[in-house]
């Protein structure tokens, strides 16, 4: 009798044999490594790449929420109340910034306008006076005249502008001169991270480290011949440059002197931030613009020491709007007393090449800050429109009103109720042997 063949007994072409799982028709061999069911490393693998969230009710967002019902009783009053709060607040913050008086005058073209043997009057387009006596009350219209200060090494560094101004009212401390300028984009991406946090901190930096930092690093003003800059980015090279007498001169007796400080002009927590370099003056040169204010490079001297620096603190936070104001001198214990004053300032830094405008802007501080009048008119603003939207709702709620909460008043349920209503009216006719005529 034969005996019956054995399925898992399979003969291969090459006369070896190899058992393999009844049914499939593969050697062992082949069948194993096509194999994934039974490789278990495989399925902890996978488990290990899941990206499923945790099962818990914050990553299944099945935390538990409030939907408002937004009805004429809740918006109504609450539309009020904003109009109640806002109008009142907007309107005391703008009376406090129209109680400001302040100052701005343009002397970008003083150089080009500006006789250099007299005073001559300032073209009224280039002042701006918040005062509280109108400007048609002003007897002495600012004036400048262009002089000379012959201790700069550098020709064109020799200008400077005096300009005269009329205080027509006291102005009660703290007085703050700020420079302003205009059409000045500090920014550009490029712009505002060109510098080294490290060389800031005081920190030795390497050339390495302030060239190639990821993030903030000095490109393209980090060094000169591989010798590295000190302060190195753009920033720092485009640094305002005028200088201010921190006297305001009485002139004609009008006034006494008035005299200002830069101490206190800079944030109280740059103290942290800007610190004494730790390099060699034989490690670093001046960045390329600052060439006249150290035309033989540093010595052991002359270093500048940035945690003192309080102008150049200022200009390193860079402002959002070409137009921006820089605080340069203050006063904060005495006031400004009626007068008329005098200030030089030295012609330093270019504006005109890139149109740019340069101001000197004297002001005073309000509860709120400077002069702002457009925070307290938008919130009145805010609060009116509030009013108006609350009063107006008020009205159609009044004349049209709504049921709320009424489920028959979905659209899906007015379908349902018209079919319910037209399968009625055909049982009806259905009774009665007439149709009900269409209303």
């Known amino acids: ?249 009485a002139v004609n007796g009008s006034s006494g002197d008035f005299e200002m400080t830069e101490k206190g002009i800079a944030w109280a927590t740059d103290k942290n931030r800007f610190k004494k370099t730790r390099y060699n003056h034989t490690e670093i040169v001046p960045p390329p613009n600052w060439y006249k204010m150290f035309p033989n490079g540093y010595n052991e001297t002359n270093v500048p020491d940035i945690s003192t620096w309080y102008q150049f603190q200022n200009w390193m936070h860079t402002s959002a709007l070409p137009t921006f104001n820089k605080l340069a001198l203050r006063n904060d214990d005495d006031a400004l007393e009626q007068g008329i004053y005098e200030i030089s300032v030295g012609l330093h830094f270019p504006v005109l090449p890139y149109n740019g405008k340069k101001y000197i802007y004297l002001s005073q501080r309000s509860v709120i800050g400077g002069k702002n009048d457009f925070l307290g008119i938008s919130w009145m603003v805010g609060g009116g429109v509030c009013f108006i939207l609350g009063l107006s709702l008020l009205i159609i709620n009044f004349i049209h009103p709504r049921r709320t909460g009424d489920v028959n008043l979905l659209s899906w349920n007015k379908e349902k109720a018209a079919a319910d209503e037209k399968a009625a009216a055909a049982a009806e006719a259905a009774t009665t042997g007439f149709e009900k005529p269409n209303e």
């Open 1 to 249: 009798m034969a005996s019956s063949a054995d399925p898992s007994n399979t003969k291969l072409p090459d006369g070896t044999s190899s058992s393999a799982p009844p049914g499939t028709g593969y050697p062992d061999s082949e069948y194993e490594s096509d194999s994934v069911s039974e490789d278990s490393s495989f399925g902890q693998k996978d488990k290990d790449k899941s990206r499923k969230p945790g099962d818990n009710a914050f990553r299944q967002q099945r935390l538990k929420a409030y939907n408002p019902v937004l009805t004429a009783k809740t918006v109504i009053p609450l539309l009020i109340a904003i109009a109640i709060v806002f109008v009142p607040l907007g309107a005391a913050m703008w009376y406090g910034s129209s109680r400001v008086q302040d100052m701005a005058i343009d002397y970008s073209q003083c150089e080009l306008l500006a006789s250099s043997d007299h005073f001559s009057e300032i073209p009224d387009r280039f002042t701006d006076f918040n005062f509280r006596t109108k400007d048609a009350d002003i007897a002495h219209r600012p004036q400048w005249r262009l002089d000379t200060d012959e201790s700069q090494p550098f020709d064109d560094e020799r200008k400077v502008c005096t300009i005269q101004f009329e205080i027509p009212n006291r102005m009660t401390a703290p007085i703050y001169l700020f420079y302003r300028l205009h059409n000045f984009y500090a920014n550009h991406r490029r712009f505002v991270k060109s510098f080294s946090e490290d060389q800031l901190e005081g920190k030795p930096a390497s050339l390495n480290t302030i060239k190639n930092a990821v993030g903030e690093n000095c490109s393209p003003l980090s060094n000169i011949n591989g010798t590295r800059i000190y302060p190195c980015g753009l920033i720092a090279n485009s640094l305002f440059n005028d200088t201010f007498s921190t006297t305001l001169s």
